[in-house]
């Protein structure tokens, strides 16, 4: 269900490749990825991911949030900024003192939740903009 989910939300950046092939990125590797789910009802609404190393930028240490995805209907309602604060947790629960993450949108929400841009980063077909959190680790 998530590859298919993250295959249609974003099709330019997996365009080419067969859900097989898109399943494997989201492959949990120990140590260096966890991906969380949000529920309602036994129903699945949203997922991200705490993933190690980012080829597009190796030189910004990990861990890096990606994969943020909620379903349409329960767009808008904080799930996904609770997804993310669930995953900077764990970063800190596991000893990293930062987080890193990449929008393609205005960073500014996540600027007033207390993350700083920290660059840009060509990645895909497009610029992204870089931000960091300290998680008091």
């Known amino acids: 269900m998530l590859v298919e989910w993250f295959s249609t939300e974003w099709p330019e950046y997996h365009k080419g490749r067969s859900l097989p092939d898109v399943a494997s990125r989201f492959k949990l590797v120990p140590d260096q ?4 789910i ?3 009802d036994d129903e699945i609404i949203g997922t991200v991911s705490l993933r190690g ?3 597009a930028a190796p ?3 990990p861990p890096w949030i990606g994969g943020l995805f909620v379903v349409p209907q329960h767009r808008n309602q904080g799930i996904g900024m609770a997804l993310i604060d669930a995953a900077v947790a764990k970063a800190r629960d596991d000893g990293h003192p930062t987080v890193h993450l990449s929008v393609r949108v205005d960073p500014a ?3 007033r939740r ?3 841009v920290v660059g840009t980063v060509f990645a ?3 610029n992204v903009t870089v931000l960091r959190i300290e998680t008091d680790a």
Not at 33 to 36: C, D, F, G, I, Y
């Open 33 to 36: 990825q966890n991906t969380l």
């Open 109 to 111: 929400s996540y600027i």
């Open 124 to 126: 895909g077909d497009e």
């Open 114 to 116: 207390g993350w700083r």
């Open 38 to 40: 949000a529920e309602i």
């Open 53 to 55: 190393p980012w080829e």
């Open 59 to 61: 030189e910004i240490p």
